[in-house]
């Protein structure tokens, strides 16, 4: 399986922009790059997913290098309730395991 | 919707007792999975399933039974509770299996073994 490198933990202020980085220097031709997070004493919640243009929805934006070894997942305005263990992960196309490695514990600060 | 749904919330066992973590989702969902989280890291698979009566092992499967008689419905079965499970487990469902396809995750059991 193609592994990410996120760093350990990150902090940002409130209502500033946040830019959550992912290495995945291994990826191939059909992984997804999909981003969860988890939020204090939650189950994980899907934020966004693309595989090689960037992407926006309601919650984020997600820009992904030319070469995709490597992403890059964008709050806009973090808010407090943004503060949350984010992973960054990669799907192949007929994957039915995620694998979650450490991810990147943003903490937001007011 | 309800989304997906687990039950209980919260469990213990002494080592050597048997239970059943309860997952259901009214999404119609064709694809269910179990992971189990341990303090600080990420999930882990242990079963999943593409399908009513289709169902496989994931990373960490050794210890737990599913079964998927239901579209709805996806249990998870510790047969013999040992100390090494005490753990939260989380049941999620998507419409597919697929890399294109959103996973939803239920709210976790914390489970405690003694």
């Known amino acids: 399986d193609a592994k990410t490198t996120q760093p350990n933990s990150m902090e940002s202020n409130e209502e500033e922009p946040v830019h959550l980085p992912c290495n995945h220097s291994?990826?191939?031709?059909?992984?997804?790059i999909h981003w969860y997070r988890q939020l204090p004493s939650q189950g994980p919640e899907y934020v966004i997913h693309g595989l090689t243009s960037n992407v926006n929805n309601r919650m984020a934006s997600l820009a992904i290098a030319e070469d995709r070894k490597s992403s890059t997942l964008i709050l806009h305005r973090a808010t407090l309730r943004d503060a949350a263990v984010y992973y960054c992960i990669l799907r192949d196309e007929v994957d039915n395991d995620m694998r979650f490695g450490a991810g990147t514990r943003l903490t937001v600060k007011p | 919707n309800a989304g997906v749904t687990q039950t209980p919330k919260f469990q213990v066992l002494k080592t050597g007792q048997s239970m059943t973590l309860q997952c259901a989702q009214d999404m119609n969902h064709e694809y269910m999975s179990w992971y189990r989280q341990d303090p600080g890291m990420g999930l882990r698979l242990i079963h999943y399933?593409?399908?009513?009566?289709?169902?496989d092992q994931g990373e960490v499967p050794n210890g737990y039974n599913v079964s998927r008689s239901t579209t709805e419905d996806f249990p998870l079965r510790l047969l013999s509770a040992a100390p090494s499970q005490t753990s939260v487990y989380f049941c999620?469902?998507?419409?597919?299996?697929?890399?294109?396809?959103?996973?939803?995750f239920g709210p976790g059991t914390r489970l405690t073994v003694t």
């Open positions: 399933s593409v399908g009513a009566g289709i169902t």
């Open positions: 999620a469902s998507s419409y597919q299996g697929l890399s294109n396809y959103e996973q939803y």
């Open positions: 291994t990826i191939s031709g059909t992984d997804y």
